[in-house]
């Protein structure tokens, strides 16, 4: 079956500090990444998303993830966050679009 | 439209009662998805549409839930004889298509709550 994982529930950072948020996929063919991203009291969004060429892809806001086919992952990384950058973030894969648990970021000013 | 509407935006039911939540996409969308997001929980897949046909039910939680899509537009999601653990924030997106590159769009959702 398909699936798409993540292994950090609640991830608490400080303001500058670097992010890198797990995602892993477990499945082959044809792969599609995404990440979205839920900030408090909005709609979820896309943040980034990959489907072919380079395997790093930029997103808003500073964001960006890099797809390893070899490790099955597409992990999301900020190397300074901001206190705004507080929100859950979901991992999806593929076709039939089932999302990652999600792991919520707390930023502290 | 400018983006994906639902309504109602809050409900409020007794168990036991159906609901019926609604969600409006982006015009021009074939695809629109039906998720739930219980306090937390991540997201939870329910279904999804291509068109007015929807190839995977798999992922409704019991046969109490079904939903309908009727004239490639809007969708209705009914919920017949409401159980508690039914509480949750139900999240409608629609994409272009269903291809696996298409983004989706999300909806506000509908807090649903059962007493």
């Known amino acids: 079956a398909q699936s798409v994982s993540q292994h950090n529930h609640h991830v608490i950072l400080s303001e500058a500090a670097s992010l890198e948020l797990g995602c892993n996929y477990s499945?082959?063919?044809?792969?599609?990444l995404f990440w979205y991203v839920q900030y408090p009291g909005q709609h979820l969004q896309l943040l980034l998303k990959?489907?072919?060429?380079?395997?790093l892809v930029k997103g808003i806001k500073g964001f960006e993830a890099e797809f390893i086919k070899s490790k099955f992952s597409f992990n999301l990384r900020k190397p300074s966050v901001q206190w705004s950058d507080t929100a859950e973030y979901f991992c999806?894969?593929?076709?039939?679009?089932?999302f990652g648990a999600g792991t919520r970021l707390t930023v502290k000013p | 439209g400018a983006g994906v509407s639902q309504s109602p935006s809050n409900k409020v039911t007794e168990k036991g009662k159906d609901v019926e939540l609604r969600c409006d996409p982006i015009?021009?969308?074939?695809?629109l998805y039906w998720y739930r997001q219980s306090l937390g929980q991540g997201l939870e897949f329910l279904i999804y549409?291509?068109?007015?046909?929807?190839?995977?039910k798999s992922g409704l939680p019991s046969d109490r839930f079904s939903a309908e899509r009727t004239g490639g537009s809007v969708s209705t999601l009914t919920i017949q004889r409401t159980q508690q653990e039914d509480s949750a924030v139900y999240l409608c997106?629609?994409?272009?298509?269903?291809?696996?590159?298409?983004?989706?769009?999300f909806g506000p959702g509908t807090r649903l709550l059962v007493l």
């Open positions: 997106a629609s994409s272009l298509a269903v291809q696996g590159g298409e983004t989706q769009y």
């Open positions: 499945y082959g063919g044809t792969v599609n």
């Open positions: 990959y489907f072919s060429g380079d395997p």
């Open positions: 999806a894969g593929n076709n039939d679009m089932r």
């Open positions: 015009s021009g969308h074939t695809a």
């Open positions: 549409f291509q068109g007015n046909s929807a190839p995977d």
